[in-house]
């Protein structure tokens, strides 16, 4: 009965902390922000958050002119013009495109928010084959990980997949739900 218990418990505890969700679904003057829940990785003993996010024109995008980023937050520095590299299973290499970083003081130390721009071909690519090795740049050199199989790509897919099915509600219709 105890082994069954502790089963139950680890079970449901895996199940929360690998959940995805939509963390931001917002609107303002530029168009529309979905920002899904981040992933943790450590690459070389650094700890990185991996995240995927679609900005559209709002009220009139849809989730075929979405423009999709990748969001990269750590305590390690990224620099400007910053790498980051990903190998699939079929040794392709796909290399998101940097478009800024921005540094914050914390009560913990600077954090760094570096963004990346993927798009759609990249990320079916991501789900079909899986990264199996990712590297990022640093100031000085890089820092990578190696998996013998693929778990950060599927991410980023099912995060892609939350974006498309949030993209396609309209927000009207989810205000009035269950009022």
């Known amino acids: 009965m105890k082994k069954i218990l502790i089963c139950m418990l680890i079970f449901i505890s895996a199940a929360n902390t690998f959940a995805q969700k939509i963390l931001v679904d917002r609107v ?3 168009g529309r922000q979905v920002i899904c829940t981040p992933k943790s990785e450590t690459l070389d003993g650094w700890k990185y958050d991996f ?3 679609a900005w559209g024109c709002y009220p009139n995008s849809d989730s ?3 423009i999709y980023s990748i969001t990269v937050v750590s305590n390690c520095p990224i620099p400007n013009e910053g790498n980051l590299l990903f190998k699939l299973d079929n040794d392709d290499i796909i290399s998101p495109k940097f478009i800024s970083t921005t540094d914050n003081v914390t ?3 600077i954090l760094t928010r570096a963004v ?3 798009d759609k071909t990249d990320l079916n690519k991501l ?5 199996v090795k990712m ?3 640093n100031r000085t050199s890089y ?3 190696n998996w013998k199989k693929d778990k950060l790509g599927k991410w980023f897919y099912n995060s892609y997949l939350l974006i498309q099915i949030k993209f396609n509600k309209s927000r009207e219709s989810e205000i009035l739900q269950g009022f």
């Open 64 to 66: 075929n002119d979405l």
């Open 143 to 145: 820092y990578e990980k």
């Open 135 to 137: 590297r990022i740049s």
């Open 127 to 131: 789900a079909t084959h899986g990264i």
């Open 28 to 30: 303002d003057d530029t």
């Open 107 to 109: 009560s913990t130390g």
């Open 51 to 53: 995240g995927l996010s």
């Open 116 to 118: 990346f721009m993927i």
